[in-house]
């Protein structure tokens, strides 16, 4: 992992939520988009029907945001190349603005 989820886990119980997140951002994303069985990256409209390459962001990130950690509106889906790319472009900038998700997934 490349972003800094080292010191992440505090405890098995935080791990636990955030897998629940991790779920329900998947389930948003799933009905949202409107393919009951399909997973879609809201960048490059890749789908699956598993989340195995898929991630889900934070759009309001967890190191600036910890109010919205566990909040399942704060959450895309977006493939792994998707997000990389995201992260290597916008940098730290990416974890003050959320905005500028926005501009990514609309470019
Ligand atoms: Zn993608």
Known sequence: MKFK???RWKSSKSEL???????NVFEL????VG????YVCMKCKLKRKTTRIL???HIKS???F???RYNKTNGVVMCKKCHYKFHRKYGYEALEKPEL?????GG
């Open 5 to 7: 989820s080292g010191d």
């Open 17 to 23: 939520k955030y897998r629940t997140w991790r779920k």
């Open 29 to 32: 994303n799933k009905r949202k």
């Open 35 to 38: 393919l009951s069985k399909w």
């Open 55 to 57: 991630h889900a962001h």
């Open 62 to 64: 967890w190191e600036k």
């Open 66 to 68: 910890p109010k919205q």
């Open 101 to 105: 998700l926005n501009e990514y997934l």
